[in-house]
């Protein structure tokens, strides 16, 4: 996955696949995003405690698939 250009304007040269369990907060918890995600096809999983490092492991795996190409 290949994103250039400026502004909100990208070009994709593939698409990758994943599942993503976000894991609830209980209640009086301040809301978070923390999960699994597992790229699909590669059996890959990754736990992830907050949205910047859920986005390092996409940026991670997009860099990936592009030495792949």
């Given at each position: 996955?290949?994103?250039?250009?400026?502004?909100?304007?990208?070009?994709?040269?593939?698409?990758?696949?994943?599942?993503?369990?976000?894991?609830?907060?209980?209640?009086?918890?301040?809301?978070?995003?923390?999960?699994?995600?597992?790229?699909?096809?590669?059996?890959?999983?990754?736990?992830?405690?907050?949205?910047?490092?859920?986005?390092?492991?996409?940026?991670?795996?997009?860099?990936?698939?592009?030495k792949m190409s």
């Amino acid at each position: 996955m290949d994103r250039r250009g400026e502004g909100d304007t990208f070009v994709t040269t593939g698409y990758g696949y994943f599942v993503l369990k976000l894991r609830l907060a209980t209640a009086g918890d301040p809301p978070t995003c923390a999960g699994m995600i597992e790229r699909l096809g590669t059996a890959d999983r990754r736990n992830f405690e907050d949205s910047e490092e859920l986005l390092r492991l996409l940026s991670a795996w997009a860099s990936d698939a592009t030495k792949m190409s």
